[in-house]
């Protein structure tokens, strides 16, 4: 097993900056903006696995359950990535950074949140879904943390495969089985996390570049990483359209319109690069964001309302 990393500077060492409280700095831990994104995507999935709307009880658990699943994975990435973390801009003012929260309580509240997720996933769903979210803790921490982050550039297309996970808990929950649209939305999920991820990195190329850390921005050039993104973004919207058997054209329609958006805004980026002229990553990652969220809420509504599937 990989060794835990050491802090870059001893616990004693003072704090940077005004310090959080001990709740807000527990919290923090868990990266509750990434949890936002991953509990976006398994209500809808939930959704179109009732074929309607699933109890609202188990809907609450499931999230409840992910989210804790989710945010001890975040907790153990903190700890591991602790020493990186501090020299980079963007993440410099994390909790472990900053001397709020001691690496051995960090460690333990991880384990024991992901433990406790476990247990509310497997009584108030069943006990499929707490295995598919504990896994996707377990691949997080020790294959893209521990393995894959620090030695290639393809580690996020890899690593990434932990967050497209709560599509197939959220499934599972519903259904107590794994069915080929629970696939497909993982598919999507994952296809999605380059572009998206790569835009935040070629900005933030030299945090990653001071840290060791070989995202694809760092160890390739800029065209080829916006080819990439344009690549991965198209299939990313082919994929969406996979889903087009058990939906009606609610979903269809919306997966149409905004999957041309996101590829007018890769193909714009890519094209810019290309021709040395300015471009904004920042732009795309954002768009990113929404894509993703306001797809997977057409998703829900499409099953929602129940039409007839088109196919």
Same mark, same amino acid.
């Given at each position: 097993?990989?060794?835990?990393?050491?802090?870059?500077?001893?616990?004693?060492?003072?704090?940077?900056?005004?310090?959080?409280?001990?709740?807000?700095?527990?919290?923090?831990?868990?990266?509750?903006?990434?949890?936002?994104?991953?509990?976006?995507?398994?209500?809808?999935?939930?959704?179109?696995?009732?074929?309607?709307?699933?109890?609202?009880?188990?809907?609450?658990?499931?999230?409840?359950?992910?989210?804790?699943?989710?945010?001890?994975?975040?907790?153990?990435?903190?700890?591991?990535?602790?020493?990186?973390?501090?020299?980079?801009?963007?993440?410099?003012?994390?909790?472990?950074?900053?001397?709020?929260?001691?690496?051995?309580?960090?460690?333990?509240?991880?384990?024991?949140?992901?433990?406790?997720?476990?247990?509310?996933?497997?009584?108030?769903?069943?006990?499929?879904?707490?295995?598919?979210?504990?896994?996707?803790?377990?691949?997080?921490?020790?294959?893209?943390?521990?393995?894959?982050?620090?030695?290639?550039?393809?580690?996020?297309?890899?690593?990434?495969?932990?967050?497209?996970?709560?599509?197939?808990?959220?499934?599972? &929950? !519903?259904?107590?089985? =794994?069915?080929? @649209? %629970? $696939? *497909?939305?993982?598919?999507?999920?994952?296809?999605?996390?380059?572009?998206?991820?790569?835009?935040?990195?070629?900005?933030?190329?030299?945090?990653?570049?001071?840290?060791?850390?070989?995202?694809?921005?760092?160890?390739?050039?800029?065209?080829?990483?916006?080819?990439?993104?344009?690549?991965?973004?198209?299939?990313?919207?082919?994929?969406?359209?996979?889903?087009?058997?058990?939906?009606?054209?609610?979903?269809?329609?919306?997966?149409?319109?905004?999957?041309?958006?996101?590829?007018?805004?890769?193909?714009?980026?890519?094209?810019?690069?290309?021709?040395?002229?300015?471009?904004?990553?920042?732009?795309?990652?954002?768009?990113?964001?929404?894509?993703?969220?306001?797809?997977?809420?057409?998703? &829900? !509504?499409?099953?929602? =309302?129940?039409? @007839? %599937? $088109? *196919?």
């Amino acid at each position: 097993m990989t060794a835990i990393p050491s802090s870059a500077a001893p616990e004693s060492a003072p704090p940077a900056g005004r310090r959080r409280g001990v709740l807000a700095a527990y919290v923090a831990l868990t990266k509750p903006r990434v949890i936002e994104l991953l509990l976006v995507t398994t209500i809808p999935a939930m959704f179109l696995a009732q074929r309607g709307i699933p109890s609202l009880w188990l809907v609450a658990v499931t999230l409840l359950g992910g989210a804790m699943s989710a945010g001890a994975a975040n907790a153990l990435n903190c700890v591991a990535d602790s020493d990186i973390d501090a020299v980079m801009n963007r993440t410099k003012k994390r909790p472990l950074v900053r001397y709020e929260v001691p690496r051995r309580n960090a460690l333990i509240f991880g384990i024991v949140l992901g433990l406790v997720s476990f247990a509310v996933l497997w009584l108030g769903a069943n006990l499929l879904s707490a295995i598919l979210a504990t896994a996707a803790l377990l691949f997080y921490v020790f294959v893209y943390t521990l393995v894959l982050k620090r030695r290639t550039s393809q580690n996020i297309v890899w690593g990434g495969a932990a967050g497209c996970m709560p599509v197939v808990v959220g499934w599972a &929950a !519903v259904t107590g089985k =794994v069915e080929w @649209p %629970a $696939l *497909v939305m993982f598919g999507v999920v994952f296809l999605w996390t380059p572009p998206h991820f790569w835009s935040l990195a070629m900005k933030y190329k030299d945090d990653y570049a001071r840290a060791g850390v070989p995202m694809l921005p760092v160890v390739a050039t800029t065209r080829q990483v916006s080819a990439r993104i344009l690549a991965y973004s198209w299939a990313t919207v082919g994929c969406t359209l996979l889903l087009v058997p058990v939906t009606s054209w609610v979903y269809v329609a919306f997966a149409v319109l905004a999957g041309a958006a996101f590829l007018i805004v890769a193909q714009r980026m890519h094209a810019a690069v290309r021709n040395g002229r300015a471009y904004n990553p920042m732009k795309l990652f954002h768009l990113s964001n929404s894509y993703l969220a306001l797809l997977f809420v057409a998703i &829900a !509504v499409d099953a929602a =309302v129940g039409l @007839p %599937a $088109l *196919v």
